[in-house]
């Protein structure tokens, strides 16, 4: 997958980029190599498959990866569409932890992520923001790989999930073969958010990728998220961002100055 990278900080402990990812097809890419330690932070909705090893993930606008020195993996998008991520950068080799971690960022989180970068862009601020973040990371729930009726689930939420009309809990449950009550509570154990929480938790990073993008319709993102109204999606917005639509579109806009 060719790649744009732009360097937003560089320090004595890690360098932050700005990774914008072109999908070439749908095979999987030649074997990448992790120089050194790195989180990758979603800032976009474009999924792609990731395979380590005999093990494939799901790579949502939810899921951040922490890779270990020396990691060796594939890429595989989902899209055509240009998958954006903000990347850290360790500078100091650590051999033996190679294999890599997965772990779902909340809406709050992913908010920081944005406006960690917009900090960086604008050269208003310093990387206090992103070490935040990656010291969070490394304390999170991990996700094991997802495998049967509950990865199938899930990728057909991601795939759903930013339409107006997206498929109902009962037509997922459907479409792979369980009952509701049984996908339901699989799909909570294993991944730690119960179906109707990770698409709502995925709406909102779609939210905030559209307001990064300069969208000013707040009433045009809520109809074409599902919700029912601009208000139904701003409540939504700030109990689980924990700031009002207007003010993230202030912070994260084209132009903003934090």
Known sequence: MPQERTLLYTGREFEVAHVRSHAHGHEWSAPYVAASQRIVFPISRTML???????TWLVDGLTAISFGDAAIYQLRPGAQAARR???VSG???VPGHSEPAFCFLSPRSLYRVHAAQQQLRSGSGDATLIASLVGEMRSARRLAPLTGPIANARRLL???ADRHTGLSLHEIADAVSRSPFHMARSFRK???????QYRQHLRLATALERLVDGDRDLAGVAHDLGYCSQSHLGAVFKQEVGVTLGEARRTLGPGARI
């Open 190 to 196: 294993q991944t730690g958010l119960s179906l109707h």
């Open 158 to 160: 991601a795939e759903t």
């Open 91 to 93: 500078h100091q080799r």
């Open 85 to 87: 991520s903000v990347v």
């Open 49 to 55: 498959d990731l395979r380590f090893g005999n093990d």
